[in-house]
């Protein structure tokens, strides 16, 4: 069982490349998760998807663009790269049994995707 | 101010020591919290959940929350090497559009 699979593992950019980061589950979950991660700020939500077809915008949607048309994968784009893009990426998924948090709807992560735009 | 608070660390205890971790948080709504835990260049993974307040015990951890303080605390008994990794509190509440929101984690290790 792969869990959540993200490709590629590390990318360096010049300013102004575009790219994709591709996110992939085998678990069925309905959730998807965009998140960065940088020194000093945590975990900060890029963009998430509620099912297939949706998207919506988290707390740092700026310079990035989504695309949910599978359910099993999330894309996140990158048009124009930024240095202040550079950071660690996690895709994360989730299943959805109902409102809230239960304790058996946790996030499940990917390994990340080490990003640096020069 | 930001909406949870987290102290960074890094903390460096011997290993047998009991270890305190914590979270503050402004938002009252929150009623859902998590500890996960992230190893080095991995993805993080849950490690302690507790609904509203009260205390959950899982081997040698506790995870306590304080609604009236808006604190949580995650403690670890008798630490390991393998402990050693950043702790990410998260939470979230009903209607709050299904997201969790993250304390920037603090960096524990644990010394032989």
């Known amino acids: 069982n792969a869990g959540v699979t993200q490709t590629p593992k590390f990318r360096v950019l010049k300013t102004g490349q575009s790219m994709t980061l591709l996110c992939a589950q085998d678990?069925?979950?309905?959730?998807m998760y965009w998140y960065r991660q940088d020194p000093g700020m945590g975990l900060r939500l890029i963009h998430y998807s509620v099912g297939e077809g949706t998207t919506a915008k988290g707390e740092v949607p700026d310079g990035y663009n989504v695309s949910r048309l599978k359910k099993q994968n999330f894309l996140l784009g990158l048009e124009s790269a930024a240095p202040s893009q550079t950071s660690v990426y996690f895709c994360a998924s989730r299943s959805h049994k109902g409102t809230g948090w239960g304790p058996d709807e946790k996030l499940f992560f990917g390994s990340g995707t080490q990003l640096s735009v020069l | 101010q930001k909406e949870v608070e987290q102290d960074p660390g890094p903390l460096s205890v011997p290993e047998g020591a009991i270890v305190s971790l914590n979270c503050t948080y402004s938002?009252?709504?929150?009623?859902?919290f998590m500890w996960y835990r992230q190893y080095s260049r991995k993805g993080p993974e849950l490690l302690m959940y507790?609904?509203?307040?009260g205390n959950k015990e899982d081997g040698r951890f506790t995870a306590q929350v304080d609604k009236s303080s808006k604190y949580i605390s995650l403690f670890i008994r008798d630490s390991q090497p393998s402990d050693s990794a950043t702790y990410l509190c998260a939470m979230s509440f009903t209607g709050g559009g299904n997201k969790l929101t993250f304390g920037t984690g603090t960096q524990l290790k644990v010394e032989l």
């Open positions: 678990m069925n979950h309905e959730y």
């Open positions: 507790t609904y509203s307040s």
């Open positions: 938002n009252s709504a929150f009623q859902y």
